[in-house]
T-cell receptor
Framework: AQSVTQLGSHVSVSEGALVLLRCNYS??????LFWYVQYPNQGLQLLLK??????LVKGINGFEAEFKKSETSFHLTKPSAHMSDAAEYFC????????????FGTGTKLQVIP | EAGVTQSPTHLIKTRGQQATLRCSPI?????VYWYQQALGLGLQFLLW???????NRGNFPPRFSGRQFPNYSSELNVNALELEDSALYLC?????????????FGEGSWLTVV
């Protein structure tokens, strides 16, 4: 069985500060990992995806995430927060073994303070 | 290229009625997923269809059902509506699920049960 845990349902940062959103995964086989963003009243948009090609994955809007197998983590970071980054962020996992559904974390709402 | 499209955008129903939500996947995608996003409950997996067959089902009662048509579009039916069914219903699609293909989301259908 696969699962993801997102630590912190709400995170607040000041504009210009580092954004760090935490995600830990559990998977019995090599995972594929995703970060999605959801702006208010919208669907989910893919930020980035880990496919084992590189441990540091760069996504859209200046976000990146690093896959750390030893820590079973895939934290999302951005060096400098913008007001437009305020949204809810979801980490997700699926495995490479075949017919497995995508499992989402519970989400982290990011607030950016001016 | 058109993304995942869902209809209707908003739907208001009375308790006990039936609701039908529709989803058209991205061209070429054979898998369709349905998720429920109720206030404060995160993304809950509902159903997954691939090549016309139900591949997996979340922990929802049987009054939540659906189907996938030969053109890969999908329908979600919710019978005997209850107030707690009020939520954003998100549809997503992907290519064949083997190998961790990315799933892409539509903008969702808002269902309000009164």
């Amino acid at each position: 069985a696969q699962s993801v845990t997102q630590l912190g349902s709400h995170v607040s940062v000041s504009e210009g500060a580092l954004v760090l959103l935490r995600c830990n995964y559990s998977s019995s086989v090599p995972p594929y990992l995703f970060w999605y963003v959801q702006y208010p009243n919208q669907g989910l948009q893919l930020l980035l995806k880990y496919t084992s090609a590189a441990t540091l994955v760069k996504g859209i809007n200046g976000f990146e995430a690093e896959f750390k197998k030893s820590e079973t983590s895939f934290h999302l970071t951005k060096p400098s927060a913008h007001m437009s980054d305020a949204a809810e962020y979801f980490c997700a996992v699926t495995d490479s073994g075949g017919y497995q559904k995508v499992t989402f974390g519970t989400g982290t709402k990011l607030q950016v303070i001016p | 290229e058109a993304g995942v499209t869902q209809s209707p955008t908003h739907l208001i129903k009375t308790r006990g009625q039936q609701a039908t939500l529709r989803c058209s996947p991205i061209s070429g995608h054979t898998s369709v997923y349905w998720y429920q996003q109720a206030l404060g409950l995160g993304l809950q997996f509902l159903l997954w269809y691939d090549e016309g067959e139900e591949r997996n089902r979340g922990n929802f009662p049987p009054r939540f059902s659906g189907r996938q048509f030969p053109n890969y579009s999908s329908e979600l039916n919710v019978n005997a509506l209850e107030l707690e069914d009020s939520a954003l219903y998100l549809c997503a699609s992907s290519w064949n699920v083997v190998g961790g293909n990315t799933i892409y989301f539509g903008e969702g259908s808002w269902l309000t049960v009164v």
